[in-house]
């Protein structure tokens, strides 16, 4: 079951990493209640992200998936960098 979420938990850690190279990415190895809780760090400044199992899975193939969840993570970070 973890294999099916390589893909995205890769195309995720590429997302945050084009918006911010700073910025520290912990994906969870398994979803919990049908969710990952991702946490992103910059500095001492944290910030949680709950993503859904199958957007993860989704989210190198699809296009829309993939808008949504980079505005999710640019509101994130920028969060990060006012705390």
């Known amino acids: 079951m973890d294999d099916e979420f390589a893909d995205g938990k890769k195309k995720f850690l590429e997302l945050v990493t084009s918006l911010d190279g700073e910025?520290?990415?912990v994906?969870?190895?398994?979803?919990?209640?049908?969710?990952?809780?991702?946490?992103?760090?910059?500095?001492?400044?944290?910030k949680f992200m709950s993503v859904a199992e199958d957007d993860i899975v989704d989210l190198p193939e699809d296009e829309e998936i993939l808008k949504r969840i980079t505005t999710e993570v640019q509101n994130a970070i920028t969060e990060?960098?006012?705390a």
């Open 23 to 25: 910025v520290t990415v």
């Open 80 to 82: 990060l960098g006012t």
């Open 27 to 46: 994906i969870p190895v398994t979803p919990s209640r049908g969710n990952f809780l991702i946490a992103l760090s910059k500095g001492k400044a944290r």
